[in-house]
């Protein structure tokens, strides 16, 4: 009954930024732990990274590492993915997702609530 909403993506030139943005509502009790994960065509569904309730145990895929940064808003309802110097490679349809567990996971079947989905395409 978590409802996540993401937008943000579109286009942009290599060595560009961008930043999503997922909205989440219908949370009534306890802690959660958000992620993103990507899927690029052709390409199975891969972690990008994630945190927890209280901002506690970030993790990164290698792939984005020192290039993106998650953070939250719980004001809000809101959790980022700042993207910077994009390349190609990250090219694909970013999902935010929501875990009920007291661990921070990083398995897409660990996630019972995703969002629809944002694409992001960068070019040359």
């Known amino acids: 009954q978590v409802q996540l909403v993401e937008s943000g993506g579109g286009w942009v030139q290599t060595g560009g930024s961008q930043r999503l943005s997922c909205a989440v509502s219908?949370?009534?009790?306890?802690?959660?732990?958000m992620a993103w994960f990507r899927q690029a065509p052709g390409k199975e569904r891969e972690f990008v990274a994630a945190?927890?309730?209280?901002?506690?145990?970030?993790y990164y895929a290698d792939s984005v590492r020192g290039r993106f940064t998650i953070s939250r808003d719980n004001a809000v309802n809101t959790v980022y993915l700042q993207m910077n110097s994009l390349k190609p490679e990250d090219t694909a349809v970013y999902y935010c997702?929501?875990?009920?567990?007291?661990?921070?996971?990083?398995?897409?079947?660990?996630?019972?609530?995703w969002g629809q989905g944002t694409n992001v395409t960068v070019s040359s």
């Open positions: 219908g949370r009534t009790s306890g802690p959660y732990n």
């Open positions: 945190l927890g309730w209280y901002g506690e145990n970030d």
């Open positions: 997702a929501a875990d009920q567990r007291a661990v921070v996971a990083t398995l897409a079947s660990q996630y019972p609530y």
